[in-house]
Nanobody
Framework: QVQLEESGGGLVQAGGSLRLDCAATGRTFSTYVVGWFRQAPGKEREFVGAISRSGGTMYADSVRGRFTISRDNAKNTVFLQMNSLKPEDTAVYYC?????????????????WGQGTQVTVSS
């Protein structure tokens, strides 16, 4: 069983940066793939990126080059560094975990979810 909690959301101007943290409980968290997703009002949940247990990453085209995912397994935490933020990045951001060696962009393949944190980018 894994429990996830996101933090670090807030209001930022376009062009600014934020870092989101995803803290997990559970001794085996280091073996989990962790994904980041976001959902804007009236839209479906959207894949942002994912990181494997070994640190390999994949990103959505819309954020590649601006967002970076990393993890500190000793601290049971995964980070989402967001730079050059745009108003269209405004959404509730969720981290999710799956007990697999394979990263995935499909929300249904993730077993555990955090409660989400709001990110608002003003123009």
């Amino acid at each position: 069983q894994v429990q996830l909690e996101e933090s670090g959301g807030g209001l930022v101007q376009a062009g600014g940066s934020l870092r989101l943290d995803c803290a997990a409980t559970g001794r085996t968290f280091s073996t989990y793939v962790v994904g980041w997703f976001r959902q804007a009002p009236g839209k479906e949940r959207e894949f942002v990126g994912a990181i494997s247990r070994s640190g390999g990453t994949m990103y959505a085209d819309s954020v590649r080059g601006r967002f970076t995912i990393s993890r500190d397994n000793a601290k049971n935490t995964v980070f989402l560094q967001m730079n050059s933020l745009k108003p269209e990045d405004t959404a509730v951001y969720y981290c999710a975990a799956r007990d697999s060696a394979l990263r995935s962009s499909i929300p249904e393949r993730y077993d555990y979810w955090g409660q989400g944190t709001q990110v608002t980018v003003s123009s």
